[in-house]
């Protein structure tokens, strides 16, 4: 495992400056997967922790990790949201163990070391010794330690978190379009309807490009085009943010349209490629907008869906070079009626480790993981729709994916 | 009617059910569930802290020949087997034609190149239409002792 400051000077070489040809060791590298720890993960990037809403009252906390760093993000007495590495100052030791829950104080187990919401250590056991023998040394003051402190950030219900000092401030950071992308699906209070997380044999970035590849949507998951489920897409578009690494792809539906045409659908008697219960696509237009997909991404590893009246935070956390792991976190808002949460749930067959349009992109890394083993050499070719990673006013494009590779080379400095 | 008796068609129809999708009958799996039936695959935790989105979830009949047609027709993924091995059957609770039945399971995962590996554990909590042989699920909760799936889940469990 890496140690700061010890990854290699240099990363993978890349064929040229561009990034519209990337090179296949990168997603091999041990060296690379150590520096992406500390340049991209531990660096100037902002990276979901939790919902606000799992934080409600002081003491709650959730336990998580940040790339492959654990993490602890608490709600203090004064009602603010701080987070701090889960690592005992003391011997190293992992300080929280349960996944979520309540808490006055964290006490470590291992020798009683005592720390309050904010981080700071408050309590050693046995400080000043048993029956005035050993104990620690005059020096030693306990305010001058606390948990190695996270910056957090709330946009949207949404809780961040990074562990640079100067990385700006998440919306300055994600930039006007994406900010408006988050603020536009979380605009209600959400709570939790089910979370669950796949175990992918790839690495990690294999998995992120993929969401933000709007090129191989409707040729990889046919579960749509098999059912004749006439989509009358309307253009979409991508928007990317400056730095490059976040985005978030569009495209509206004719809702109408789409009702006349599950109804004439009924009518008719080729129904041997016909959905037997359309209600998995039979979805509201909730935001009045006529926008159907909304897929957006924040750099490096957190997913915001809209896929019709489904909502989902997805998380990418690195698990060695050749491992990842997606948590699907699926969510309804305080405003849902009975019926809106079962078309949630009904459509929610669309999307997760099952999903009927989503279970591919499971398997799909570990092909590629596979194909590359001791046989890296050469680069992949991510020219759809050009070199460049601009915006575009439609989606047979990757030009998404080379803005990850323009935020990913700009990080890691090669 | 009497407990033998339940039990038996109880135990006919649980057997059934893991030897339909072992063998690769997936059309035939819809027609264990009556017209009227819930269908659900979901974590344990999830469960217990009383959340309703799973994996998967089907609410009609439909939507489980559906998830059947779409394994075999749309969804893209190395072919694969189960094998189930269905625990100790416990029969709960009987109430007019409705029996509530639970049962424990494993299932491995044998892929093509026949790499085995444990795939999932967990209970199933039924309730089961025992007014006309052969029974038939009204519903049928997969409740999975862990919410980590390995790669994918396409056939059902």
């Not at chain 1, 993978?12 to 060791?25: A, D, K, Q, T």
């Not at chain 1, 305010?143 to 998440?170: I, K, M, Y």
């Not at chain 2, 409705?98 to 299932?107: D, E, L, Q, Y």
């Amino acid at each position: 495992m890496s140690q700061s400051g010890l990854t290699a000077e240099h990363g993978v070489p890349w064929p040229s400056n561009g990034i519209s040809e990337i090179p296949f060791r990168v997603y091999t590298d041990q060296d690379q997967y150590d520096r992406e720890q500390e340049r991209l993960f531990k660096g100037p990037t902002w990276n979901y922790l939790c919902l606000t809403v799992e934080l409600a009252k002081p003491g709650d906390f959730v336990a998580t990790t940040i790339g492959e760093t654990a993490v602890i993000v608490v709600r203090d007495a004064a009602g603010e949201i701080n987070a701090f590495v889960n690592r005992c100052v003391h011997r190293g030791n992992l300080l929280c163990l349960e996944r979520q829950g309540n808490v006055k104080e964290f006490n470590c187990i291992y020798h009683g070391w005592i720390y309050n919401l904010t981080g700071q250590l408050t309590g050693v056991a046995f400080e000043h010794g048993v029956q005035r023998q050993g104990g620690m040394p005059p020096e030693f003051r306990k305010e001058e330690h606390r948990l190695q402190r996270v910056r957090t950030a709330v946009l949207g219900g949404l809780v961040f978190g990074t562990f640079s000092e100067t990385v700006p401030d998440l919306e300055t950071w994600l930039g006007p379009d994406v900010t408006r992308g988050v603020l536009r699906v979380m605009n209600r209070t959400p709570h939790i309807l089910g979370r669950n997380s796949q175990v992918m044999p790839n690495n990690w970035k294999l998995y992120f490009e993929n969401v933000k590849d709007t090129y191989h949507a409707s040729i990889l998951h046919l579960f749509l085009t098999t059912f004749k489920i006439n989509r009358l897409t309307m253009p979409g578009g991508i928007y990317i943010n400056k730095d490059g690494g976040s985005h978030y792809s569009f495209a509206k539906l004719d809702y109408a349209a789409e009702d006349a045409e599950y109804k004439n659908a009924n009518l008719r008697s080729d129904s041997e490629f016909r959905l037997q219960d359309s209600s998995v696509v039979e979805s509201v237009d909730e935001y009045g907008d006529g926008v159907s997909v909304q897929i957006l991404t924040v750099f490096p590893g957190m997913v915001l869906q809209q896929i019709r009246n489904t909502i989902a935070v997805r998380v990418v956390r690195p698990r060695g070079v050749d491992k990842a792991e997606l948590e699907w976190i699926y969510l309804g808002f305080d405003t849902d009626d009975e019926a809106m949460t079962e078309r949630r749930l009904r459509q929610g067959n669309l999307i997760g480790p099952a999903g009927y349009i989503s279970m591919e992109d499971g398997c799909v890394g570990g092909f590629v993981q596979r194909a590359l083993q001791y046989n890296d050499d050469g680069a992949g070719i991510v020219m759809m729709g050009g070199h460049e990673a601009e915006s575009q006013p439609f989606r047979a494009s990757e030009a998404a994916i080379r803005g990850f590779w323009k935020h990913y080379r700009s990080l890691m400095g090669d | 009617m009497d407990d033998v008796a339940i039990r038996l068609g109880v135990q006919e129809l649980i057997g059934d059910y893991a030897e339909r999708i072992d063998e690769d009958r997936l059309e035939e799996w819809p027609d264990l569930f009556a017209e009227s039936c819930r269908y659900l695959v979901i974590g344990r935790h999830d469960h217990e802290a009383g959340m309703r989105q799973g994996m998967m979830y089907a609410a009609t009949k439909g939507m489980l020949l559906d998830r059947v047609f779409s394994i075999r027709r749309a969804n893209i993924f190395e072919a694969h087997r189960y094998r189930h091995v269905v625990g100790p059957i416990r029969l709960k609770e009987v109430t007019g034609q409705v029996a509530v039945v639970h049962s424990h399971f494993i299932v491995a995962r044998i892929m093509h190149d026949g790499a085995t590996t444990l795939f999932a554990t967990g209970r199933y909590l039924d309730r089961i239409d025992i007014s006309a042989a052969p029974y038939r699920f009204n519903e049928r909760i997969v409740v999975l002792d862990s919410d980590k799936i390995d790669t994918l889940l396409a056939i059902p469990l």
